[in-house]
């Protein structure tokens, strides 16, 4: 299969290239398309054998269910049972934005949406090319993260195109993604939401409009079965090994490690901030930025990680933050980046 790649400007989106898209999708294929967060792979999402292309495409696990997007509240009635008050908060707030709210679903949502559980994964995108494209389509857009399964999430076309070139017809490229981590999910089908999985809308943040929010056990304690099927499995893996050094003497251990890695002949890149860039000339680097702007260090981290492999490093030496507000979602994926190998110093 040929994949082709169209762009899109967001401020005048061409028509005719989302009613291509829109045909592929309603012909029951898939189309890789921007959100605010990451691309995600589409596909028709109350179309059963076309959510079973996605799993295939992305080698994804069939037990790990997919986030439906809509792009107004018409298509949420059609899909759940009822919607709780929590959940009528967090949708006024939140949506159209990066928060995926799950809920009991009505039997129209085939299993292989919601891996044969009996709730499914909801979110509204704010970005107005998904926004457009799912309005034309006029189905729910069935959509992971447009990787290949344990891969770093996409952020641009051409990170959708290295995982997935041959496996499906269409990218639609809007340019990189404005957050560049996943949305946060949470669970509103029990009494007292849950958050599944951190995102941009931080605990902090959702605890303010929710008092009674809490975090899923596995978040607080490494040792918990996350309730989140996609939680459990290896993610957002670089081909390099890597290791993550949070603290005040950070830099300094980066920079021993690296010297010791390097005599034994590994090529080594380092995941560091501005001010402590200059430490590493001896080394490929990529900075997050400014260690106060953590937004930013999340519309860069998954894009660093693939650029650290795009240039044959064999170990990724990174700097991590604490634990608390965005840092909590950026910390979540760089756990699993680094398969846990993170120092507090
Ligand atoms: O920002 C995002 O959420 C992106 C963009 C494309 O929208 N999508 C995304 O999808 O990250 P994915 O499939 O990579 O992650 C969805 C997460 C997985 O951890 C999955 O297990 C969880 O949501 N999930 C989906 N349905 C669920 C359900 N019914 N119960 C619990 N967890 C669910
Ligand atoms: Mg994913």
């Known amino acids: 299969m040929i994949t082709k790649i169209f762009s899109l400007d967001k401020d005048n989106i061409d028509q005719n290239i989302l009613n291509i898209a829109a045909n592929i999708i309603n012909e029951g294929n898939l189309v890789a398309f921007p959100t605010e967060t990451v691309y995600g792979l589409g596909a028709d999402g109350l179309n059963e054998a076309a959510c079973q292309k996605i799993f295939a495409a992305k080698g994804r696990p069939s037990d790990n269910p997919l986030i439906l997007h809509i792009s107004n509240q018409d298509m949420l009635y059609n899909l759940v049972d009822s919607i709780n008050d929590d959940a009528k908060k967090l949708i006024k707030t939140c949506w159209p934005g990066p928060l995926t709210l799950i809920m009991k679903k009505k039997s129209v949502v085939p299993d292989a949406v ?174 997050f930025g400014n260690r106060d702007n953590l937004s930013y260090m999340s519309h860069v981290l998954f894009t660093a990680l693939r650029e650290m492999d795009s240039v044959g490093v064999d170990i990724i030496l990174a700097e991590g933050v604490n634990d608390i507000d965005l840092g909590k979602s950026i910390m979540n994926r760089m756990k699993k980046s680094a398969s846990n190998n993170i120092f507090y110093l």
Do not use: W
Not at 116 to 126: E, H, W
Not at 134 to 139: G, L, M, P
């Open 114 to 287: 919601t891996a044969g559980l009996d709730t499914v994964a909801i979110r509204m995108p704010s970005d107005k090319i998904a926004l457009n494209f799912i309005t034309k389509a006029n189905t729910p857009i069935a959509a992971p993260s447009a990787n290949t399964s344990g891969k770093p999430s996409p952020t641009r076309a051409k990170d959708v195109f290295q995982d997935l070139n041959g496996k499906i017809p269409m990218i639609l490229d809007g340019g990189s993604c404005k957050i560049g981590i996943e949305s946060t999910v949470v669970d509103c089908s029990e009494k007292n939401p849950v958050i599944l999985r951190p995102g941009y809308y931080t605990y902090e943040y959702l605890k303010e409009i929710i008092p009674s929010i809490t975090l899923d056990d596995a978040l607080v304690n490494d040792g918990k079965i996350p309730k989140s099927p996609g939680q459990k499995y290896k993610h957002y893996s670089p081909n390099a090994k890597m290791k993550v050094y949070i603290g005040d003497n950070a830099s300094k251990k980066i920079l021993d490690q690296a010297m010791k890695y390097k005599n034994q002949n590994y090529k080594v890149g380092i995941l560091t901030f501005d001010d402590s860039i200059a430490y590493f000339d001896d080394f490929k680097t990529i900075s």
